[in-house]
């Protein structure tokens, strides 16, 4: 009933772009609050985007103007086009999805029902 699964994680080098796809069913597409996530070894996670209930996107700050987020209707696709990519942005990036409101900070946060099981971004300085 509750799926997510991401795609698209590879490694590159620094300056380079990689576009991510996360395939949400239906119910949670149609149902939950949904966004992205990262986290790398040792560190704790990072919320990066939110779509809002307005329509609006929200970026952390540590993405802004270099990652798009992107949400395919007709197929129930969250894209995440990242450019300009740093050895820093090297994670597992993660989709997310929440009932009700959600914001950047609740990726961080953990309490969320729904996630995939992660694409593997590695960036090489």
């Known amino acids: 009933q509750g799926q997510m699964t991401e795609s698209g994680g590879d490694s590159v080098q620094a300056g380079g772009s990689l576009r991510l796809s996360c395939e949400v069913s239906g119910y949670i597409y149609d149902n939950f609050c949904m966004g992205w996530f990262r986290q790398a070894p040792g560190k704790e996670r990072e919320g990066l985007v939110a779509f809002l209930r307005d329509g609006g996107v929200e970026y952390s700050d540590s993405v802004k103007g270099r990652f798009t987020a992107d949400k395919n209707n007709a197929n129930n696709i969250l894209d995440l086009q990242m450019n300009s990519l740093k050895p820093e942005d090297t994670a597992m990036y993660y989709c997310?999805?929440?009932?009700?409101?959600?914001?950047?900070?609740?990726?961080?946060?953990?309490?969320?029902?729904?996630r995939g099981q992660g694409t593997q971004v590695t960036v090489s300085s």
């Open positions: 997310a999805a929440v009932g009700g409101y959600c914001s950047v900070a609740t990726w961080a946060s953990g309490r969320f029902p729904y």
